[in-house]
């Protein structure tokens, strides 16, 4: 079993129209430029994909990663619990113009929702949103003499993102906050793509080190000096780069 | 009585339907012995409930590691690409649709898919370890079984009457002497050993085997 | 108008509610200021949503590691201590009740604890972040504001007329005139500062502000 | 803040009679055998505690361990998903007799109960045990065409868990397959009390490598050679030492 891809634009290759698309990410921690630039370079080349449901935190920053694919109009809808950045307009623009749908959900209940896609939980119940406008039209239930919201599994089907160290299997580490969602959405795609900075054999990771194990992830793609977000925006660039 | 295979040899016999590759979780027992029949060049990679992913084969007697056993208590070991994890990520892989196989041992299997393999009713002591979620989320819920029990009577059967494990659930049946499908409530028939006639097999069976298409020989080596 | 507390004043006296050791999450913008002025001997462990515990403060300009930022997208360090954690992880303990303090901004809070801080109508993007969840969970959730909005209107009312946050989550307000617990749906006055009269706090306040026991002065230094 | 505690004696002091206790472990990989030992000695020499719930994948193997806290009758009720074992028989002549009570859950709704108290989901919806006996008076609902059961969190006053190192702010590692359920009950006790083998400073664990972080530990007592309750087991033991 050797789970590496090649190259990035085979990697992103088999995603298409309409698909449900997780991206790991909060902000620019452990954004898989990589790959959404791929992605990206795909859909300008061919048109394809389009119509993406785009789950992340956020809702991009700027014009690179997820900003950039909204900016090229791949994006239907977003869900993600904060669609603000230092440099929202992509979003803004396209979803005050009624160009983009918005699934908005509370962080914690985000990840929770995911994890519960990737574990087999079709629903369970949190405190979070009780009582307030996010929570109309969900059924509710008392436990306890605590009120609760139900909320369902959310599940992709592709999960993008970014690791640190994976091996042939499919096993990952992540480095500092970058973590955040990626380790959920492994377990919630149909189709989980790693790009990582590093590829060691089966055995390169200490087995106690594992973060994601393998089961989880289907694809590894070797990105040895990964762009951050944040020094792309701060560097104003663009993609694709255009003329000033 | 016609010679039936050996329990080896029913694993050996389920372990050829595991491609390269896939994520299987073997139960406590019998089951156990899928891992030993690998066709050549294929690797299949073991789950067990209690937290490792890839792990190896029994250590030398004398050189186990009590913190690294699988869901049996029995000893195992790492090899490159092992990873440990906690019971709920465990568990997550296992409900999650994760595994390609989990293989079972059962008491009865319905022809709907129910099984039976917990409990053999109120006396005693009841456990039940990962079974019942073991029988959900994985690709394929197969089950490895003597044809009939000790006394003669149908495994294999219209509708359990033992405590279920789980409704629906079974996907494929590797007994000593066929091999069978649950497919749209009903066992199809896919492989009998070629000394047992089909009139044989069916009197030993306790819902009607349909043929789907044609029935191979069931050819198992002596292992 | 009565001088008041500045947003690090307000700040520095929520430092002096938190116990060494206390586990706490501050929001984003003005309530991040709180980790300055720990007092002396003290020392809390910091959460982020993001997934890190007891992570230490900015970095020099130009020392930055934008994958070790904090829910304001703000640079952080480790320190010795810190752990990493995934998203799932990070708010079971939010939800789960194992930080001490949630400490967090405020459009509006009422008499019964209900809080609004996330939305102000339906204009623009809306965007929550973990502000839902963070209102749920913590042992003490407590306000930092202005006693009133630069129009002059109250910030402590009946009832909320913004989108609401959290249903009777409010344990504690800080503002910039007076320090306000939420006690069975009711404001009870803490703490208030010298130069200001209790009609005075009362006019500016939407709700009635109930006494019970001393009301304390609240003294803070220049920050 | 430093969480250590000085001994094993001082650490499981606070636990009163009635109390409900999350043991870790699964078999004796991960039992925290001196903690359990030293809740017994506690008992010996003053009754007390006594009428537990104890919450353990299992319910005991030999004469130590769970099995020993069992044979002295300080549990009045176990919740676990395999009461058996090499050697059951205390547990096994107590259920028998009616002495003691069980909780019987599979062990992947165990596992998940446990992770849903330390996430405050009051409760949830599985696929296991749909149509089982275990299932029996539970709420069923029905999800995208398929039936599931809600269960609900599992809680406790005190976890008493075994792990590898530990720093004075609680942050652990554990030991290869002795992780199992340790991680999930130290987050769903009202306090975890973890016995270590090697106690460092903080920053003596690499922050990505922290499996449990110190929010979820309240007390870490330094054991440095932690027996094996297999090795107990196969070299025939009681605790207490009885003569043969």
């Known amino acids: 079993m050797d789970k590496r891809i090649a190259d990035l634009a085979e990697a992103v290759a088999g995603i298409p129209d309409n698909a449900t698309v997780m991206i790991g990410g909060f902000g620019g921690s452990g954004a898989p430029i990589e790959l959404i630039h791929a992605l990206i370079d795909r859909y300008l080349a061919t048109g394809s994909p389009k119509n993406l449901t785009v789950i992340n935190n956020n809702a991009g920053n700027g014009h690179v990663g997820i900003a950039a694919m909204i900016e090229q109009g791949m994006v239907a809808k977003m869900v993600c619990s904060f669609p603000r950045s230092a440099d929202p307009r992509v979003f803004t623009e396209k979803y005050l113009a009624g160009e983009i749908a918005l699934e908005l959900v509370p962080q914690g209940t985000l990840a929770e929702r995911i994890r519960a896609g990737g574990a087999g939980i079709p629903a369970f119940y949190t405190p979070t949103g009780f009582g307030t406008d996010l929570a109309k039209g969900k059924p509710v239930a008392e436990f306890d003499g605590r009120s609760y919201v139900q909320e369902r599994w959310l599940r992709a089907d592709f999960a993008l993102i970014k690791a640190e160290i994976g091996d042939h299997l499919g096993n990952l580490t992540y480095r500092m906050a970058a973590r955040n969602f990626a380790p959920l959405m492994a377990t919630a795609a149909t189709r989980t793509i790693a790009q990582v900075s590093q590829v060691v054999e089966p055995g390169g990771i200490d087995p106690e080190a594992v973060v994601t194990p393998g089961i989880f992830v289907d694809a590894v793609v070797s990105v040895p000096h990964p762009a951050q977000e944040e020094d792309l925006n701060r560097a104003k660039v663009t993609h694709p780069e255009v003329a000033a | ?223």
Chains 1, 4 share one sequence.
């Not at chain 2, 892989?93 to 009865?108: E, F």
């Not at chain 2, 959900?136 to 029990?149: E, F, N, S």
Request: charge should be negative; include cysteine; charged fraction near 20%.
């Open chain 2, 1 to 223: 009585m016609t010679t039936r295979l050996s329990n080896a040899q029913i694993a050996w016999r389920a372990a050829q339907d595991i491609a390269d590759g896939a994520y299987v979780n073997l139960g406590i027992g019998f089951p156990e012995m899928v891992a030993r029949f690998q066709p050549e060049g294929r690797q299949a990679v073991f789950h067990t409930e209690n937290g490792i992913l890839g792990f190896g084969e029994a250590p030398q007697p004398g050189e186990e590691d009590w913190d690294l056993i699988n869901a049996g208590k029995k000893a195992v070991t790492i090899k490159p690409g092992t990873a440990f994890f906690h019971h709920a990520d465990s568990f997550a892989m296992v409900r999650g649709g994760h595994l390609d196989v989990a293989i079972l041992g059962a008491y009865q299997v319905a022809q709907n898919g129910d099984l039976a393999n917990w409990s053999t009713g109120p006396k005693g002591v009841p456990a039940v370890g990962g079974a019942m979620d073991l029988v959900h989320g994985a690709k394929r819920v197969a089950v490895l079984t003597d044809h009939t029990t000790k006394d003669g009577k149908p495994k294999l059967v219209q509708q359990c009457t033992l405590p279920l494990t789980g409704v629906g659930c079974v996907t494929r049946i590797y007994t000593s002497l066929a091999v069978v499908d649950v497919e749209d409530g009903r066992f199809v028939l896919r492989e009998k050993l070629a000394a047992v006639s089909l009139d044989e097999l069916q009197s030993l069976t306790g819902a009607p085997l349909h043929i789907d298409g044609s029935v191979a020989d069931l050819t198992v080596p002596e292992v």
